[in-house]
């Protein structure tokens, strides 16, 4: 155990080390010009470092200039990642007449004031004898042109648009600039090498895309007049006036996250369409035709099958697919592809498939096939996340879940088809209805096998007896993602952790029937994820709980980043697949094990956890249970439309 011990803390301290690393390449990555104007991060010449500790009395003196593009460009200049020098508020206060607090209430650049240089040697000798000057001296002193900002009323201000303002154009920020933003920004003046002068509201996080600015309060001391000056030629040209008053823009939807929203493809069927579909789905799940059964003879009772469940994805089916012709032995087993969205391309991919045994079946309660009624998105229910302090009038107002969210009919629909897939094969299947001995692994369309899947569960099969006897699941897929020189050929042994070993799994029909006996649990949990709910069951129902011997070293990898529940700007799958194969080659050494080694620690599942919702409204259960009873058919929808079941 001490070993143990030590090989955590040495993981967290290499841990340590790799984001510091990290953070220091991100922080040369500021420097666009020369690596000798780089300053690390553990130097306090950093952004943080400046925030956190100002230098407020040790301004550059003389004709010192700031290389253009350096980290100290960036930081006086302004721009993405905000202002980093802080302006004095001694000097502030005595030259301008203004309080404190009013000071600190302006937000965002402002206009800035030039100052004349009238250096001198003798003012030098003074600053070093008295050590700090005061703001009189320092304005009439100082060798360096200080920019201070402008405090003049918004008349004034709005005069002075004719001034050019500082050179952005070379700070890349995504940053949407609202109208006084702008307008600060086309204010500000830089004149040579001149830096400008942040006030602290920046600095202590300010929202800086709204910010609300304080009216200054009007000075009637004469101001000296500021001498615009065009900015040097040195630097970029400025952005144009459209760029910083862009205009209202208008809000497009986010492609990133979790999306609410139903396929408009599942819901662009006629009912003249969705009645052939249904007709043609019941006609192709009546006969349970095997294809290219002729060429690699009949189903047996020990036939090893490979349940896939998919959905429109038919590039990430291409992959999977590709990957179940390198596995070896799949010429011995039987693949089922449970669909739930009729797409004609797809079926004829799946039907020219010649080099093991298919076969289709389609679940009948999908969306595509009920896209303006339970169990899809009926224009009657309530939004997901409606307010439900004023009074509801929906359909299935009574029927929130614990989070006081109501159904989303995509989410829901992959519940039901795990449900009703699991149960059609080892029930209703002639191939698996009786006497079936033989384990189904099951898969998704957006997973990609290594070519010892089959050899390694043919292992666990025949060593479980004397390894693990009351072992119920054989997990052969999980979400390690460390070497699999660090795996190797382990197996460990412990509680069936579902929603860590989701991919991969294999069930027999002893398996299936301890899973039945807990149905009436499946269908009531307020999870809408599977996973989740058979988790749950596992922790709750099973007493010990159900436990899985599971291969360290993954046979099945997720490539499908891009699904129902996440949206992204882009997806490439491709690229996805490639890194799954490079996986595979980094592990070609432990692929075909001769032995398993067999670890002695038992992994329990963790606590209880609470369910994730989405599964509270009264129809999805009923659904649920009319599956696992076989009694589901279009009868049982439109009762439960009509609420008539108590």
Known sequence: MRWRRSCKRLMILLM??????????????????????????????????????????????????????????????????????????????????????????????????????????????????????????????????????????????????????????????NRKLTNENADAKKDAGLEGGAKTKTTPDEKHGENILHPQVAKPKEDTKPKPEVDPKPPPKSLPRPLPRQALHPGPKKKTPSRRGVSHDVDPQEMSLSPEEIEKIKKKLEQLNEEQTIYNEETFGPILRNTTILLVQVHNRLENLRYLVESMRNTRGINESLVIFSHDYWYPAMNDFVTNITEFRVMQMFFPFSIQLHPHKFPGRDPRDCSWNVNRLHGLTCLNREWPDIYGHYREASFTQIKHHWWWKIHRVFHDLRATKVNYTGHVIFLEEDHYILPDLLYVLSVLQKQRSSHCSTCQVLALGNYNKMSPSVYKNFVERGDWWVTKHNLGFALDMAAWKSLASCKNQFCLFDDYNWDWT?????????????????????????????????????CDVQKEVQAAKTRINLGKEWLFPKHLAYQNVYRGSGRVKKGNGGWGDFRDRQLCRAIWNGTASEETLKRLEMNQFG
């Open 16 to 173: 340590f080390v790799c984001m510091t690393v990290k953070l220091h390449l991100e922080f040369r990555l500021l420097d666009t010009t020369k690596a000798n104007s780089f300053s690390p991060w553990w130097t306090n010449e950093t952004l943080g470092h400046l925030r956190g500790f100002p230098k407020t009395k040790s301004l550059p003196r003389g004709n010192a200039t700031v290389k253009e593009g350096s980290l100290k460009h960036i930081l006086l200049v302004g721009g993405k990642l905000g202002r980093a020098v802080e302006s004095e508020k001694s000097q502030t206060d005595a030259s301008e007449g203004i309080k404190d607090s009013e000071a600190r209430d302006v937000a965002g650049p402002r206009k800035n004031e030039t100052n004349k240089s009238v250096g001198s040697s003798s003012d030098a000798e003074t600053t070093k004898s008295n050590g700090t000057l005061n703001a009189k001296e320092t304005k009439k002193n100082s060798t360096e042109k200080v920019i201070l900002p402008s405090l003049k009323p918004q008349k004034e201000r709005e005069n002075d648009l004719h001034l050019p303002h500082p050179p952005l154009s070379h700070i890349h920020s």
């Open 534 to 570: 058979l988790n749950n069951l596992i922790q709750t129902c099973f007493k010990p709980r159900m436990s899985m011997l599971s291969v360290k070293f993954s046979r099945v990898i997720h490539v499908g980043s891009c699904g129902t529940h996440v949206k992204k700007r882009t």
